[in-house]
């Protein structure tokens, strides 16, 4: 069974860094095809991709916050942590944490996807 | 960066109903786009990927179609369980980009 559970703070006030830590559990980051990717929601509104790790230390980020963010991995310990610097209001909302899967590549598509999900962390950024 | 366009933004249905979803990218994206259903409160879950390819465990009513800029998630006949908001994610370039959701309401 494969599951990822994010931890990190519930309240960061403007200005801090957010840290988050993603655990997971039943599969392995050194395998090739993996990664596991950060999406996060605003209260009521659309999901928005932020970055992803894969197996061999590639790193993607969303350009538009790509200067704020680092994600980073630890195989040992199976945990990829996302830090997000000078936090505003407006990056309150539910952050998750996916294991990213990239299937094979022909010359029609070459797919992945984000399976499973973690549940989520509420994050506030809130003087 | 791809944007996703998807319609309707809402939409209200009974149970039975055939629903249609569509997404459309601003540039050809081959057939690498997936679908999302998320119900509230709860993470999303993969439907579709690779625009048609079922995931393991995904009742066979939900299907997904279309390759290039359109796309199409239908479900055949809509269940109770299927009242969620469903999201479409193109992964054929970085940022991959979700589009901004399809809410699915009872009638």
């Known amino acids: 069974q494969i599951t990822l559970k994010e931890s990190g703070p519930t309240l960061v006030k403007p200005t801090q860094t957010l840290t988050l830590t993603c655990t997971f559990s039943?599969?392995?980051?050194?395998?090739?095809?993996?990664?596991v990717g950060w999406i996060r929601q605003p209260p009521g509104k659309a999901l928005e991709w932020l970055a992803l790790?894969?197996?061999?230390?590639?790193?993607r980020y969303s350009p538009s916050l790509e200067s704020r963010l680092t994600i980073t991995k630890d195989t040992s310990k199976n945990q990829v942590v996302l830090t997000m610097t000078n936090m505003y209001p407006v990056d309150t909302g539910t952050y998750y944490c996916?294991?990213?899967?990239?299937?094979?590549?022909?010359?029609?598509?070459?797919?992945?996807?984000?399976?499973?999900w973690g549940q989520g962390t509420l994050v506030t950024v809130s003087s | 960066a791809i944007q996703m366009t998807q319609s309707p933004s809402s939409l209200s249905a009974s149970v039975g109903d055939r629903v249609t979803i569509t997404c459309r990218a601003s540039?050809?994206?081959?057939?690498?786009l997936g679908w999302y259903q998320q119900k509230p409160g709860k993470a999303p879950k993969l439907l579709i990927y690779?625009?048609?390819t079922l995931q393991s465990g995904v009742p066979s009513r939900f299907s997904g179609s279309g390759s290039g800029t359109d796309f199409t998630l239908t479900i055949s006949s809509l269940q109770p369980e299927d009242f969620a908001t469903y999201y479409c994610?193109?992964?054929?370039?970085?940022?991959?980009?979700f589009g901004q959701g399809t809410k699915v309401e009872i009638k």
């Open positions: 996916a294991r990213a899967r990239r299937g094979y590549c022909n010359s029609i598509s070459c797919p992945n996807w984000f399976d499973p």
């Open positions: 039943g599969f392995s980051l050194s395998t090739s095809g993996v990664g």
């Open positions: 790790i894969y197996w061999d230390d590639a790193k």
């Open positions: 540039q050809d994206i081959r057939n690498d």
């Open positions: 690779a625009a048609s």
């Open positions: 994610l193109q992964d054929y370039n970085y940022p991959w980009t």
